[in-house]
Nanobody
Framework: QVQLVESGGGSVQPGGSLRLSCAVS????????RAWFRQVPGKEREWVAA???????YYDDAVARRFVISEDNSKNTVTLQMNNLQPEDTGMYYC??????????????????WGQGTQVTVSS
């Protein structure tokens, strides 16, 4: 059974940076697509960024020039470097993972495995 564990959330002021990590264990070799989503209370979960094992990377327009998703396959870890954070980036961030190389990386239904979430708060 695949398990995902996030770390690295916290509180920062606007303009600050945070680095989130997601460790994949259990059966990591079956995972070919990993992503980050975020959610605030009262709103639907929204996709942030995705990365395929073969190299394709996608970002939501709201974060494309500020966030960087990367992976270390030797350590089965995916990282989200978040720069120039703004109050609207506040939310619970979730790591997600799934098999296959098909599309729909922006849909939460695409993913089979989810982490427990890590809170990111941006305020002055």
């Amino acid at each position: 059974q695949v398990q995902l564990v996030e770390s690295g959330g916290g509180s920062v002021q606007p303009g600050g940076s945070l680095r989130l990590s997601c460790a994949v264990s259990g059966n990591p070799e079956k995972i070919t697509l990993r992503a980050w989503f975020r959610q605030v209370p009262g709103k639907e979960r929204e996709w942030v960024a995705a990365i395929y094992r073969e190299g394709r990377i996608y970002y939501d327009d709201a974060v494309a020039r500020r966030f960087v998703i990367s992976e270390d396959n030797s350590k089965n870890t995916v990282t989200l470097q978040m720069n120039n954070l703004q109050p609207e980036d506040t939310g619970m961030y979730y790591c997600a993972a799934g098999p296959g190389y098909g599309g729909s990386w922006y849909k939460d239904s695409r993913y089979e495995y989810w982490g427990q979430g890590t809170q990111v708060t941006v305020s002055s």
